[in-house]
């Protein structure tokens, strides 16, 4: 098989652009959803189940640091049969939620579809007309002739060996292969991310599903139930007595 040789000028007329106008993209991207970002309502409702289950699990972890009357006097307040807490709201029904409906989220939605998907098509377009057709580098291994439809988008050639990359497979990777560099200067939670993109798009059916927060506060409620209060100071003086001599010598 002939080895090919690139021309010099691919680099800077092809590889390079290609990385920068990816990256300057993503950035706008990422600066146009903060903009457009709308401020999210509090469910209070959510928040106070939240709260509550928060305070729960942490009377359970940490009950034994604080006396048995208080600790008598908070779980009584979660589990009574009668008032608890925890058993009136294991019994509330959930409101069922109908995301499609609410103007809220269609607005969240198509603001995400159009930060996300319009510069995504408009670049892809552009890149497909000005750098189709150009061979822009190599990986520097071997690779079987299945992954030429994905590394040689653009340029059809059967001999060709599978191991070149066209300027639109490059594109491509650099939209998934830049999300390193995006986190270490956009953050974590940045919206030049696609792989983020494409989870959240994959989770909206699970998200618009509506949470059964009974049987969470079920579980916690019995949880609470079986656990009995050990005085963690219970013998405090002695211990505290006992190291006298350590800190005497230190």
Request: hydrophobic share 45%.
């Amino acid at each position: 098989m002939v080895e090919l040789l690139l021309d010099s000028a691919i680099r800077f007329w092809v590889f390079m652009p290609i990385v920068v106008i990816t990256f300057f993209v993503g950035m706008l991207r990422h600066y146009i959803s903060i903009i457009t970002a709308g401020d999210k309502p509090v469910d209070k409702q959510q928040l106070a189940d939240s709260q509550a289950l928060i305070r729960t699990r942490i009377l359970r972890e940490n009950g034994k640091y604080i006396p048995k009357e208080g600790f008598v006097m908070r779980k009584h307040f979660f589990v009574n049969e009668e008032n608890g807490y925890l058993t009136k709201q294991q019994g509330r029904q959930q409101p069922m939620r109908n995301p499609i409906t609410d103007p809220t989220m269609m607005t969240e939605m198509l603001k995400n579809n159009i930060s996300n998907m319009v510069p995504m098509i408009v670049i892809g377009g552009v890149i497909n007309w000005a750098f189709s057709g150009f061979l822009c580098t190599k990986v520097p291994f071997p690779l079987t002739y299945r992954f030429k439809p994905m590394l040689q988008r653009g340029v059809e050639l059967a001999t060709l060996d599978a191991s070149w990359l066209s300027s639109v497979s490059w594109y491509a990777i650099n939209i998934f292969g830049q999300r390193g560099v995006n986190n270490l200067l956009l953050g974590e939670n940045n919206a030049a991310d696609q792989t983020k993109m494409m989870q959240d798009q994959m989770n909206m059916a699970a998200v618009s599903m509506p949470q059964d927060s009974s049987k969470a506060f079920k579980a916690e409620r019995e949880g609470l139930l079986v656990v009995d209060h050990q005085w963690a100071f219970k013998n405090i003086e002695n211990d505290v007595i006992s190291q006298r001599p350590y800190f005497r010598s230190r």
